[in-house]
């Protein structure tokens, strides 16, 4: 929930025999928000492509259709962030 990309997250379990031992059975609910925004990054001197397939190979989140909530920005800039360091 706190990467701002969820609406809600919910889980449910229950107790279950299986194989001569006792575990749990358990469900994830996510809902993701449906309220996207267009991401533009534009940074001088960097190809907008290789800026993308960078960000998408180290968080399969950020993509170019973003929710607009604080905690999602605030994930694109530490990612760009990180980027341009590494550069």
Do not use: N
């Amino acid at each position: 929930m706190d990467t701002g990309f969820f609406e809600s997250v919910q889980y449910r379990y229950k107790p279950v025999q299986a194989g001569g031992g006792s575990g749990y059975h358990l469900t994830f609910q996510v809902v993701e928000i449906r309220d996207l925004h267009p991401v533009v990054l534009d940074i001088p001197g960097v190809s907008a492509e290789t800026l993308w397939r960078w960000l998408v190979s180290r968080d399969p989140l950020l993509q170019r259709h973003s929710p607009g909530d604080e905690p999602a920005v605030a994930r694109y800039k530490k990612a760009v962030e990180d980027f341009l360091a590494e550069q």
